[in-house]
């Protein structure tokens, strides 16, 4: 069965071309409007003198006794309208066009200090390490690669989608090896960050992100950890991922979700993973003794992928707080493209952090 792992063109990235487009609109216009003045001027002066000399040869004489006194009087009125109109148009494009960098770098920012509280870092020298790093967002590789120099996910080149992703691997890699980057024990702060319980969103959320089946997520963590062990409760390891035959700890669940999306994108690009029996032999080997791994995961997709069951339904698996409280259940009407919970409602929540 092939999983669905996919790499397409990012709304950040629709931004910013967007941007550039008004840009050069803006550039376009703006000379437009200057040429028009300019060339208009001595033209529209000449209109004027001569104007004037008909009308002191003889004050009596009419604009309606006089084609070229109503020719030339028009215009003038015209044409400074339209020049003024031009200008006003370039201006109001100017400033459109800085208003839309105004707000992608708020967007930029703002998504740096998110991660930047996931991770306890200091939001301030991770953001200036990441601007010294991309030429002020401007060098090549972060628009044309979206890469930044130094910048590893578990010791390989990432291959980022969007901007979203390339800056978890930037505060990722700066939170896990800072010295490579010339940090100190001053980049570690304390964060008050608190994962949000909406499972759903969040599996949904980070699935869009690293642009990975969503239902093959859903799957692996209901059967590695059934959204209610240990591990995924305490320890924020959705999907029992081991280091050194040691079940890891994460401290918060959204870091979890990130090493876990972040192996599955290493089993693709690294070993060339594309079904489940393939990730099956690199995450939960048969050597270890996990011959249900592979037909649990794959009853699991499959009724995703049919319809048979919801994820987080009655019908599928519910979640639970250490003392045995439920604290979500989702049922779902409607189409199953919608059965993950709300992943703008997540991204809200997470902004107020």
């Not at 999983?3 to 910013?16: C, D, E, L, R």
């Not at 800085?98 to 998110?114: A, F, G």
């Not at 994820?311 to 604290?327: C, D, I, K, M, T």
Request: hydrophobic letters at 40%; one cysteine or more.
């Amino acid at each position: 069965m092939a999983i669905v792992i996919t790499k397409s063109n990012s709304p950040y990235n629709s931004k910013k071309e967007k941007i550039k487009n008004i840009a050069k609109g803006m550039g376009i216009k703006v000379v437009i409007g200057s040429s028009i003045i300019c060339i208009s001027l001595p033209f529209l002066a000449s209109l004027k003198k001569d104007a004037l000399k008909e009308f002191v040869k003889s004050d009596s004489v009419t604009a309606e006794e006089d084609p070229l006194m109503e020719f030339n009087a028009i215009p003038l009125f015209e044409n400074k309208v339209k020049a003024d109109a031009m200008t006003l148009d370039a201006e109001v494009i100017e400033q459109a066009a800085i208003e839309e960098v105004d707000s992608l770098l708020q967007i930029r920012q703002d998504t740096i200090k998110h991660y930047c509280a996931i991770y306890s870092v200091s939001y301030e020298q991770v953001y200036a390490k990441i601007v010294l790093l991309t030429d002020n967002f401007s060098n090549e590789n972060f628009v044309h690669y979206l890469t930044i120099d130094g910048v590893k996910c578990k010791s390989n080149q990432p291959y980022a989608d969007n901007e979203e992703e390339l800056f978890i691997y930037a505060v990722r890699a700066m939170a896990q090896t800072p010295s490579v980057f010339g940090f100190d024990e001053s980049l570690y702060v304390e964060s008050t960050f608190i994962s949000s319980v909406d499972y759903a969103a969040m599996i949904d959320y980070y699935a869009k992100i690293f642009q990975v089946d969503r239902r093959l997520a859903y799957a692996i963590i209901a059967s590695e950890t059934s959204f209610n062990s240990n591990h995924f409760l305490d320890n924020n390891n959705p999907a029992g991922i081991r280091l050194n035959d040691e079940f890891v700890i994460y401290d918060n669940l959204d870091r979890g979700m990130i090493e876990f999306y972040t192996e599955l994108l290493k089993y693709h690009f690294k070993f060339g993973a594309n079904t489940l029996e393939e990730i099956r032999d690199i995450h939960s080997p048969l050597t270890d003794g996990n011959i249900y791994w592979l037909p649990n995961v794959t009853s699991i997709y499959n009724d995703l992928v049919c319809g048979v069951k919801e994820p987080f339904s009655n019908g599928a698996y519910a979640l639970w707080r250490h003392n045995g409280e439920e604290v979500y259940s989702v049922f779902v009407e409607g189409e199953q493209d919608s059965f993950f919970g709300d992943r703008e409602l997540y991204q809200d929540q997470m902004s107020l952090k």
